[in-house]
């Protein structure tokens, strides 16, 4: 057996996906109640990574959050909510697939989720709260990450992650 070879950057840039990223593409992040900042920056790096936009309200501490949580340093896709995120997410539940990262009596397990075929909306809740009740109404599916270790919950940068490499179809 022979030794594995890294791969140079410009290798792996020509093997990935052509074309520049498009806005409001078929892929949407939505962590629509934040609490911890750290969370969305390492949120909007996957983002990048799967070709996804990140929806996010507008707070004052957001905009800070995302730049110090990212660590990349090009433009990248996010797109603000403004007013109340229930009507936005009902705006957008009209012409997208609405999935929650949520445990609940319905949820399906992640690996039954299917590849996002069509504009998908991912919902995520926080840790401490999930999604709230006026969010859950709005879902299409609810999905869970099944845990073995003690925990109830992963935290929302790595089980939106998780969620998003499935919706992209890239695990």
Not at 78 to 90: I, M, N, T
Not at 123 to 145: F, M, Q, R, S, T
Request: glycine content about 10%.
């Amino acid at each position: 057996m022979t030794a594995a070879r890294l791969r140079s950057r410009g290798e792996l840039r020509r093997q990935r996906r052509p074309g520049a990223h498009g806005c409001w593409n078929h892929l949407i992040a939505a962590p629509l109640w934040p609490k911890h900042g750290v969370n969305l920056g390492t949120l909007l790096r996957t983002c990048d990574a799967v070709g996804a936009c990140l929806a996010v309200p507008r707070l004052p501490w957001v905009p800070e959050a995302l730049s110090r949580g990212n660590t990349l340093r090009h433009h990248q896709c996010v797109h603000w909510v403004d007013g109340r995120v229930d009507r936005w997410l009902e705006r957008q539940r009209a012409g997208s697939a609405v999935v929650g990262v949520e445990l609940t009596d319905e949820s399906i397990r992640l690996a039954d989720l299917p590849v996002a075929k069509r504009r998908t909306v991912m919902v995520l809740g926080n840790e401490g709260d999930g999604i709230p009740p006026e969010g859950l109404e709005l879902l299409h599916v609810a999905v869970e990450i099944p845990m073995v270790g003690t925990g109830s919950s992963l935290n929302v940068a790595v089980a939106g992650s998780l969620v998003l490499y499935k919706l992209a179809g890239l695990c």
